[in-house]
T-cell receptor, first 116, second 117 residues
């Protein structure tokens, strides 16, 4: 199946710093990628939909100035957590469809962010 | 309103037995897709099975089958011959087929399955 990678797989940062998470589609082009956040023992909550070459669409309650998304190419989307705080500690997962006409959707392995 | 409801926070099943994980959904769209994913402790999301709203046959993938009851808006996952490696979180998800294929998956709260030897 299609492969989606994320980097880093885990990161620890100090409060107030920024962290960038990369999501890559390795063997297909993804015009749209989705970013999810998962707190411990909870479900995946959609943060934003990332579209190549245009601004991301954020879900209600997600601060676009805090969670910067850049979808610069058909294979790369980045999520930058700016001025991170301990409450931003979470598991961040990206996802992409192989094509709009295909039902298949693949997930990256996730990035565990811990803010101290 | 919650679009995907999984009412079983946790389930136990004996090894080699079958287990059903419940999922109901809510949508007014005619075209949609239903998914089940497995999430082991490592965190990766593993795709298990897909059912399209227009599919008349229940989907099957190896030991996984989806009991699709459209009128009741339910999409239960049946795992046959449970194995110890099946212990994980299981998420039901739906995607409404609109917006030129850019509609995201919406997830239920999940069911933690524990397989007992």
């Amino acid at each position: 199946g299609a492969v989606v990678s994320q980097h880093p797989s885990w990161v620890i940062c100090k409060s107030g710093t920024s962290v960038k998470i990369e999501c890559r589609s390795l063997d297909f082009q993804a015009t749209t990628m989705f970013w999810y956040r998962q707190f411990p023992k909870q479900s995946l909550m959609l943060m934003a939909t990332s579209n190549e070459g245009s601004k991301a669409t954020y879900e209600q309650g997600v601060e676009k100035d805090k969670f910067l998304i850049n979808h610069a190419s058909l294979t790369l989307s980045t999520l930058t957590v700016t001025s991170a705080h301990p409450e931003d500690s979470s598991f961040y997962i990206c996802s992409a469809r192989t094509s709009p006409s295909s039902y298949e959707q693949y997930f990256g392995p996730g990035t565990r962010l811990t803010v101290t | 309103a919650q679009k995907i409801t999984q009412t079983q926070p946790g389930m136990f099943v004996q090894e080699k037995e079958a287990v059903t994980l419940d999922c109901t959904y809510d949508t007014s769209d005619q075209s949609y897709g239903l998914f089940w994913y497995k999430q082991p402790s490592s965190g990766e999301m593993i795709f298990l099975i897909y059912q399209g709203s227009y599919d008349e046959q229940n989907a099957t993938e190896g030991r996984y089958s989806l009991n699709f009851q459209k009128a009741r808006k339910s999409a239960n996952l049946v795992i046959s011959a449970s194995q110890l490696g099946d212990s994980a979180m299981y998420f039901c998800a739906m995607r409404e087929d609109r917006n030129s294929g850019n509609t995201p998956l919406v997830f239920g709260k999940g069911t933690r399955l524990s397989v007992i030897a």
